[in-house]
């Protein structure tokens, strides 16, 4: 008697991310931003994304670094109180992606030619009816900052947008649901005798950018079905 053993893998590629990160600016909430690339995944929840997250590049030309790391903080204070009394927009130092963690504040090197002093801050606005998708909250968020009066030399540039959802780990064990389900259709169609190994369901909940609008949240996951013959 030989033992065959299948093995499934759901994701090309591993990924590194983080479950998430509290906000700095935004209370206890955890926003994770979708990833861009295309990755193929075999189960996953679609879903309208909750944020465009907008990042928001915040520099000083100041070349005493005293007065560049003052500025700094009067901007990043300026842009959060502003977005609060909008009372439409949010804001955070910190933000989860697929790939890797930003933000924070940060120092940049080489002559004085380069900004003294940067930091980088990620302005959130809520999809809604009105505004529905990313170029809509784009232009919201770009009007916003427009209408803004950064403290001595300091500016800003934004960055790219992309699509965001709130605390995706609330949507677990839909997500585990739906993967139990697809589990049970797999063992059946390969070998219903079979026996069924699954790694990765700890993982955290991923999400994948699909349009200008949807998400798609997923696990990081692989399934082992072995028979024997």
């Known amino acids: 008697m030989k033992t065959f053993t299948i093995i499934l893998s759901f994701i090309t590629a591993a990924l590194s991310a983080a479950a998430g990160i509290s906000s700095d600016l935004g209370g206890d909430s955890i926003f994770v931003m979708g990833v861009l690339e295309t990755r193929r995944v075999a189960?996953?929840?679609a879903m309208p994304a909750d944020f465009v997250a907008v990042p928001i590049r915040v520099f000083s030309d100041q070349k005493n670094t005293a007065l560049a790391y003052d500025e700094l903080h009067q901007a990043i204070d300026l842009i959060s109180q502003?977005?609060?009394?909008?009372?439409?927009?949010?804001?955070?130092?910190?933000?989860?992606t697929l790939s890797q963690q930003k933000g924070g504040y940060g120092f940049s090197?080489?002559?004085?030619?380069?900004?003294?002093?940067?930091?980088e801050i990620y302005l959130l606005v809520p999809l809604t009816k009105e505004s529905d998708n990313i170029f809509d909250a784009g232009a919201a968020s770009a009007r916003f900052l427009d209408g803004l009066h950064l403290p001595g030399k300091a500016r800003f540039e934004l960055g790219r947008l992309q699509l965001a959802v709130e605390?995706?780990?609330q949507y677990r064990a839909k997500l585990l649901g739906v993967i139990a389900e697809e589990i049970k259709k797999t063992r059946e169609t390969i070998a219903p005798q079979s026996s069924v190994k699954v790694e990765g369901l700890e993982s955290p909940v991923l999400v994948?950018?699909?349009g200008d609008r949807n998400v798609k949240l997923f696990l990081n996951y692989s399934l082992a079905i072995t028979t024997e013959k």
């Open 167 to 169: 605390n995706p780990e």
């Open 109 to 119: 090197s080489g002559s004085w030619n380069e900004p003294g002093a940067s930091t």
């Open 82 to 96: 502003k977005a609060k009394e909008s009372g439409r927009f949010r804001t955070t130092l910190k933000i989860v």
């Open 208 to 210: 994948q950018q699909a």
């Open 43 to 45: 189960v996953s929840i």
